[in-house]
């Protein structure tokens, strides 16, 4: 199960009970922000891709969402999401619950620059129904983010 894998994951800097189960699904950035009782917009949603040969995942703001040009300029390809199966089966998690951490193969994460304009924000963590509040430093450091993105639209503020 996806959700002990994270569990796992976070066990290595003893953040595992910092993990939320919820009673309720959390799987779109609508229900998560319902069930968190936060606004949409800090839900870190991750979006799974395929980048000519290998598999990114890239997390954004909730309220962002991929700009095709910009994601050409950056990459130099154009966007392809993966199926569910492909999802499951390349990056480990079931839609609705991917999230960057215990993930499986190698697969490259890109924290998009929509994220930092918040304290913290929520990721998944593997499920359907659970959750984790993370600043954004910890994001940084629990995803190998590679780098930074701007890959994003329509959430932008006059301070960014």
């Given at each position: 199960?996806?959700?002990?894998?994270?569990?796992?994951?976070?066990?290595?800097?003893?953040?595992?009970?910092?993990?939320?189960?919820?009673?309720?699904?959390?799987?779109?950035?609508?229900?998560?922000?319902?069930?968190?009782?936060?606004?949409g917009?800090?839900?870190?949603?991750?979006?799974?891709?395929?980048?000519?040969?290998?598999?990114?995942?890239?997390?954004?703001?909730?309220?962002?969402?991929?700009?095709?040009?910009?994601y050409?300029?950056?990459?130099?390809?154009?966007?392809?999401?993966?199926?569910?199966?492909?999802?499951?089966?390349?990056?480990?998690?079931?839609?609705?619950?991917?999230?960057?951490?215990?993930?499986?193969?190698?697969v490259?994460?890109?924290?998009?620059?929509?994220?930092?304009?918040?304290?913290?924000?929520?990721?998944?963590?593997?499920?359907?129904?659970?959750?984790?509040?993370?600043d954004?430093?910890?994001?940084?450091?629990?995803?190998?983010?590679?780098?930074?993105?701007?890959?994003?639209?329509?959430?932008?503020?006059?301070?960014?």
């Amino acid at each position: 199960m996806a959700l002990d894998k994270v569990k796992d994951f976070f066990r290595q800097f003893g953040l595992e009970e910092k993990i939320i189960e919820l009673d309720t699904s959390s799987a779109t950035v609508e229900l998560a922000a319902k069930a968190l009782r936060c606004e949409g917009k800090r839900i870190a949603k991750t979006l799974s891709l395929k980048l000519n040969d290998r598999f990114i995942l890239i997390v954004m703001a909730g309220d962002a969402k991929i700009d095709n040009a910009k994601y050409r300029a950056e990459f130099g390809a154009k966007v392809r999401m993966l199926s569910a199966d492909e999802v499951l089966a390349n990056i480990g998690h079931e839609v609705g619950g991917v999230c960057p951490f215990g993930i499986s193969g190698d697969v490259d994460i890109y924290l998009d620059k929509s994220l930092k304009r918040f304290e913290s924000v929520f990721p998944a963590c593997g499920s359907r129904n659970s959750a984790i509040e993370l600043d954004i430093k910890s994001m940084e450091r629990y995803t190998r983010n590679k780098k930074w993105i701007d890959v994003c639209k329509d959430w932008q503020t006059d301070d960014f």
